[in-house]
């Protein structure tokens, strides 16, 4: 195993990012795509004494199961979690139609990463109002839970803990 959560999404997803800020990891953060080239993990500290571990995967993107952009090197290191936190920007015109393109990738590329517990955050929702965030809502994909966070205000980030936590443990 790699790691309790990996982090799957499109490059510049945000997740190096997270990662930076929920352990004492220092991963390279950029604003362009494919800035992460292998895994990098951190130790999360969960309430009084518990702690999990992180792994911020390459990012990957359609075509990915058939070898586009690093298809196959990233993909096989999202074997190696028993959790995965699928991050989608909160930016992104279809979020839904983002998560599909996900899920699809992992299943041509191993039909058994479906089979894994998997939980959503919407990154970067600072750069959403309180109402694009409420209008939002209805249209998120209802087989997941779904939380908004930002790296950059701190919002949704214990709620997004707790519930990787109850997927760890559940
Ligand atoms: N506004 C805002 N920008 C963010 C947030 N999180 C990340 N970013 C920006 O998004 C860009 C990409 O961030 P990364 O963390 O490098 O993204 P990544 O998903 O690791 O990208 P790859 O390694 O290429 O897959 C950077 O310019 C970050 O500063 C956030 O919460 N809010
Ligand atoms: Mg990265």
């Not at 409420?134 to 519930?163: C, E, N, Q, T, W």
């Amino acid at each position: 195993m790699l790691a309790d959560v990996g982090l799957v999404g499109f490059p510049n997803a945000g997740k190096s990012t997270l990662l930076s800020v929920v352990s004492a990891a220092k991963p390279r953060i950029d604003n362009y795509p494919f800035t992460t080239l292998t895994p990098n993990l951190g130790i999360v500290s969960y309430r009084d004494d518990k702690s999990f571990v992180m792994a911020d995967i390459p990012g990957i993107i359609e075509g990915a199961a058939e070898g586009k952009g690093l298809g196959h090197r990233f993909l096989r290191h999202i074997e190696r979690n028993s959790v995965l936190l699928f991050m989608i920007p909160a930016d992104t015109g279809d979020i839904e139609k983002e998560y599909r393109i996900l899920l699809d990738e992992l299943r041509k590329y191993n039909p058994e990463l479906l089979d894994k517990r998997r939980v959503m955050a919407i990154s970067k929702c600072d750069l959403l109002d309180e109402e694009l965030t409420d209008a939002m809502r209805p249209l998120l994909p209802g087989d997941i839970p779904v939380v908004f966070i930002s790296a950059v205000s701190g919002s949704g980030i214990s709620v997004l803990k707790d519930m990787l936590w109850r997927a760890i443990n559940s």
